[in-house]
């Protein structure tokens, strides 16, 4: 994949719930045409278009209205790294959410 498309692949700030944290990814138009439809991807297939984050996330839902935006989530509590669930640091995240939106 040329370099520029990858380089032009718009990442979101994490916004969360009470269980989870998103993210959306926005494509160029032109990659996101290449890509298979209607269904979700797996972590080899995004990553392979050039979508880079952190362990753990998951294409959970097409956008349908722009198939171009990819969204993603992980649970509350992933380590990046491995990208596995400390259940400590869920039920902190957890708490912390429901102390300001609970």
């Known amino acids: 994949?040329?370099?520029?498309?990858?380089?032009?692949?718009?990442?979101?700030?994490?916004?969360?719930?009470a269980n989870f944290e998103y993210r959306h990814v926005i494509l160029p138009k032109e990659l996101a045409k290449a890509l298979p439809k209607g269904r979700l991807?797996?972590?080899?297939?995004?990553?392979?278009?050039?979508?880079?984050?952190?362990?753990?996330?998951?294409?959970?839902s097409c956008h349908r209205p722009e198939p171009h935006i990819l969204l993603f989530r992980r649970p509350?509590?992933?380590?990046?790294?491995s990208g596995k669930v400390d259940p400590e640091a869920a039920r902190s995240a957890r708490r912390k959410y429901m102390q300001e939106f609970g």
């Open 1 to 17: 994949m040329p370099h520029d498309i990858a380089s032009r692949i718009e990442y979101s700030e994490k916004y969360q719930d």
């Open 41 to 60: 991807l797996s972590e080899g297939e995004w990553r392979g278009v050039g979508v880079q984050q952190s362990r753990g996330w998951v294409h959970y």
């Open 76 to 81: 509350l509590g992933t380590d990046p790294v």
